[in-house]
């Protein structure tokens, strides 16, 4: 699979990128992340890619020319591939990115990310270019870029061979079953009073089973009502 990142600020990408999960993945070749840089793209003389917004108001917007050229340069990046692209771009506006979105977004081989700065885009670029637009919750972040590094996280966890056990995702919050995870404990048996579930210390594997199905449960039903509404809706059909 690959991605590429369109953005103002690609060193942003540097750290996340060279470490653990993601930075295993891109070495054995199961993704890429390639960033593009709308500065790069400008044909302003000074550089710049941003402007006032007509009509007045606070802020700058990011202009048509960059954004449109930077994606047509990735465009015309083919990478032996013959499906169409899923353009996103990260946007408060967006359809609201959950496990079902993420697991969506994993089966395609290309998805482009455009990252959004200051006020936002000029309003043609959702227009010319038609984006997906997908925000990661209720809240403004400053720009794009940790939104979609967040996109990114989400999908390359799920895609086969990037996680050590094949098995870990599935097991994840949200996932198979809709609820969140069972709590889980590593040695040592007691740490300052607080001792391991007698149930799980035992060996027997059906009682573990049934003991974590409960808990699960019994936390999403404190924690997460909402989910187990989702949950009876998506299982009627
Ligand atoms: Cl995708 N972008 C920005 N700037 N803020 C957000 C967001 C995205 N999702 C939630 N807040």
Same mark, same amino acid.
């Given at each position: ?13 540097? #750290? ?27 044909? +302003? ?7 006032? *917004? ?7 917007? $990011? ?8 994606? @047509?340069?990735?465009?015309?990046? +083919? ?15 967006? @359809?609201?990115? +959950?496990?079902?979105? !993420? ?19 000029? @309003? ?6 038609? *984006?997906?637009?997908?925000? $990661? ?14 996109? $990114? ?53 059906? @009682?573990? !089973? ?5 808990? #699960? ?21």
């Amino acid at each position: 699979m690959r991605f590429d990142v369109c953005t103002l600020f690609p060193e942003m990408f540097e #750290s996340y990128l060279g470490q653990s999960i993601l930075k295993r993945a891109i070495d054995r070749e199961l993704v890429s992340v390639h960033r593009w840089d709308f500065r790069d793209y400008t044909d +302003d003389k000074h550089n710049k890619v941003d402007d006032r *917004p007509f009509g007045g108001g606070p802020g700058m917007l $990011i202009r048509c020319q960059p954004v449109f050229d930077c994606v @047509e340069a990735v465009r015309q990046v +083919d990478d032996e591939n013959d499906e169409p692209d899923e353009l996103i771009s990260l946007t408060p506006q967006g @359809e609201r990115l +959950d496990q079902q979105l !993420a697991a969506e977004l994993a089966t395609r081989k290309r998805v482009i990310l455009l990252c959004g700065r200051y006020e936002g885009f000029d @309003e043609r670029i959702r227009l010319g270019l038609k *984006p997906r637009e997908v925000s $990661i919750g209720d809240f403004v972040l400053n720009g794009g870029e940790v939104a979609a590094m967040v996109v $990114i996280d989400s999908v390359v966890r799920l895609l086969p061979g990037v996680l050590g056990d094949e098995t870990s995702s599935k097991y994840d919050s949200f996932s198979e079953s809709g609820l969140l995870e069972y709590p889980q404990y590593t040695r040592p048996r007691e740490y300052r009073g607080m001792t391991v579930p007698e149930v799980l210390i035992g060996g027997n594997h059906e @009682e573990v !089973a049934r003991w974590r199905a409960e808990q #699960s449960l019994q936390r999403t039903k404190e924690r997460r009502a909402d989910l187990i509404q989702q949950q009876s809706q998506d299982d009627a059909g």
